[in-house]
């Protein structure tokens, strides 16, 4: 009789461990992805304030091209041909 207590005993103190484990896996595949999706997060922020970026120079630059006494037509075809971006 003592030998199957000393067998369940083991059997729990190995199940106790592989939850253990498997509970230090979990967070750590929770924090691998919690970092990755926050890399993936900055990563779009940024290009939305490159694009923001980039707009601004568009409409400053036609707006010294305004200045500069070129019409709104030629200004408008100077973007569309890629000259004034």
């Given at each position: 009789m003592q030998t199957?207590?000393?067998f369940f005993d083991d059997l729990a103190r190995v199940?106790?461990?592989a939850?253990?484990?498997l509970s230090g896996v979990k967070s750590e595949v929770e924090t691998r992805i919690r970092e990755q999706l926050e890399r993936v997060l900055a990563g779009m922020d940024r290009a939305q304030r490159d694009a923001q970026?980039?707009?601004?120079t568009i409409t400053d630059t036609e707006?010294?091209?305004g200045e500069a006494g070129y019409s709104a037509a030629?200004?408008?075809a100077m973007?569309?041909?890629?000259?004034a971006a």
């Open positions: 199957q207590n000393r199940a106790a461990g939850m253990g484990t970026a980039r707009d601004a707006a010294v091209l030629e200004i408008a973007r569309e041909e890629g000259v």
